[in-house]
């Protein structure tokens, strides 16, 4: 079976050696993994329309509403290429930023200030993933965060990242501010190995449904956090 997977960092992030629930899915099948880390949604659904042909299955992590995607026409990476919320005045005046960064970032702080309106983001967002289960009514999405699309049931793939912190007596922001944290898709090992496990029953037909009691918490936090 050949499957094609998109999506943001769940889908795609490897910062350590242990594999990602998508590498362990390539052993047993032919995928190819088109996420993007920090992406947003109307990138990950314009590279299904271009792909989706060419897979038999197609797996959607689903970011959240309000990411912005920087005009094609501005010479960025593709890694820098998206931006998820407003940006700390020091960091956009780095010495080291360019300044097409400088002027993207800037305009994206204006528009986080000024223009954005959540009730449109969600209205937009929402429609893109109407429109492609159109196209791919087999399509496997799995939400990232609780706004993936409305009335989310279950847990969503972040909150599993929130049990290992809460585990580790940690809450989200001391490990975003004071930790380099190597967790791959944001979780640890033996969590990508089970969510590999998941992901291959609903490639069969089992409906998405993310049950935090079937994932498990670690002592082994100092592999994957460390001190800044």
């Not at 289960?133 to 999405?141: A, G, S």
């Not at 969590?191 to 590999?196: D, G, K, T, V």
């Amino acid at each position: 079976m050949k499957i094609g997977v998109f999506g943001d960092s769940f889908a795609i992030l490897k910062l350590n050696p242990t594999p990602t629930w998508v590498d362990i899915l390539s052993e047993k099948y032919d995928v190819t993994n088109y996420a993007v880390t920090g992406s947003n949604l109307y990138y990950s659904i314009n590279e299904i329309k271009k792909h989706h042909d060419q897979y038999d299955k197609i797996i959607l992590v689903v970011t959240e509403p309000g990411r912005l995607k920087v005009a094609d026409h501005i010479p960025l990476g593709l890694s820098q290429q998206f931006i998820n919320g407003p940006l700390d005045q020091k960091y956009i005046h780095r010495k080291s930023l360019n300044e097409y960064e400088r002027l993207v970032w800037e305009a994206a702080n204006q528009y986080y200030s000024c223009l954005q309106d959540d009730d449109y983001e969600r209205y937009i967002h929402n429609l893109m993933l109407t429109e492609i289960k159109t196209i791919r009514p087999d399509i496997v999405l799995i939400p990232a965060f609780l706004n993936s699309w409305y009335n989310v049931s279950g847990g969503t793939m972040i909150y599993i990242y929130h049990k290992e912190n809460t585990a580790w007596n940690f809450d989200s922001t001391t490990v975003v501010t004071q930790y380099t944290d190597n967790r791959n898709c944001h979780m640890t090992a033996e969590n990508n190995a089970i969510f590999a496990n998941k992901v291959e029953k609903w490639l069969d037909g089992e409906l998405v449904y993310i049950d935090l009691n079937d994932f498990v918490t670690t002592t082994d936090k100092d592999f994957y956090l460390k001190k800044l």
